[in-house]
Antibody, heavy 120, light 107 residues
Framework: QVQLVQSGAEVKKPGASVKVSCKASGYTFSNYEINWVRQATGQGLEWMGW????????GYALKFQGRVTITRNTSISTAYMELSSLRSEDAAVYYC?????????????WGQGTMVTVSS | DIQMTQSPSSLSASVGDRVTITCRAS??????LTWFQQKRGKAPKLLIY???SLQSGVPSRFSGSGSGTDFTLTISSLQPEDFATYYCQQTYSTPFTFGPGTKVDIK
């Protein structure tokens, strides 16, 4: 079935970087955009950026520009989100989500989420 | 950036009630509006896309309407499994901003 499976929970120290993976299966990876969204505990959803897996083109929310990098490896249908210079406020669950242009770019498939803890 | 607001921020309702949640965009987004349901500890689930189109597999008691800046999500007869937080999101332009959410709990 169509799914996105993310890598496991991470614990990082302030100032470090984290790289989360998102493996797609059940569909043609290059045909759909991948978005990254995060959610701090008890808080709302925050869009971080997106990537066109076919071209590799990316776009990032201004808040994260300079700290976030979204990449992909098309040979294994996997997208990655790397966030650098981590601070305590970056502790959150990070989700990847498929964007479907035929649905007005709606996010129709989500990964299970990856918990990132930032602690010294 | 396009700002999204939702009202109410929370509501209490009973099984069988009709529930309406409102979402407003700070500028026109045509019908590039999505509704999600999120339960505790789970990823969001797509309910409605393009403002009024029901995602496959979503019960027909969910409906969406609106265009431009004002949108609504309606649950015609609330079921026990519908107690959750609901978010709207615009995909008209990046950053694809979300509303702050509406928590629906049991009265």
């Amino acid at each position: 079935q169509v799914q996105l499976v993310q890598s496991g929970a991470e614990v990082k120290k302030p100032g470090a970087s984290v790289k989360v993976s998102c493996k797609a299966s059940g569909y043609t990876f290059s045909n759909y955009e991948i978005n990254w969204v995060r959610q701090a505990t008890g808080q709302g959803l925050e869009w971080m950026g997106w990537m066109n897996p076919n071209s590799g083109y990316t776009g990032y929310a201004l808040k994260f520009q300079g700290r976030v990098t979204i990449t992909r490896n098309t040979s294994i249908s996997t997208a990655y989100m790397e966030l650098s210079s981590l601070r305590s406020e970056d502790a959150a669950v990070y989700y990847c989500a498929r964007g479907a242009r035929r649905l007005g770019a709606a996010f129709d498939i989500w990964g299970q989420g990856t918990m990132v803890t930032v602690s010294s | 950036d396009i700002q999204m607001t939702q009202s109410p921020s929370s509501l209490s309702a009973s099984v069988g009630d009709r529930v309406t949640i409102t979402c407003r965009a700070s500028q026109s987004i045509s019908t590039y509006l999505t509704w999600f349901q999120q339960k505790r500890g789970k990823a969001p689930k797509l309910l409605i896309y393009a403002a009024s189109s029901l995602q496959s597999g979503v019960p027909s008691r969910f409906s969406g309407s609106g265009s431009g800046t004002d949108f609504t999500l309606t649950i015609s007869s609330l079921q026990p499994e519908d107690f959750a937080t609901y978010y709207c999101q615009q995909t008209y332009s990046t950053p694809f901003t979300f509303g702050p959410g509406t928590k629906v709990d049991i009265k």
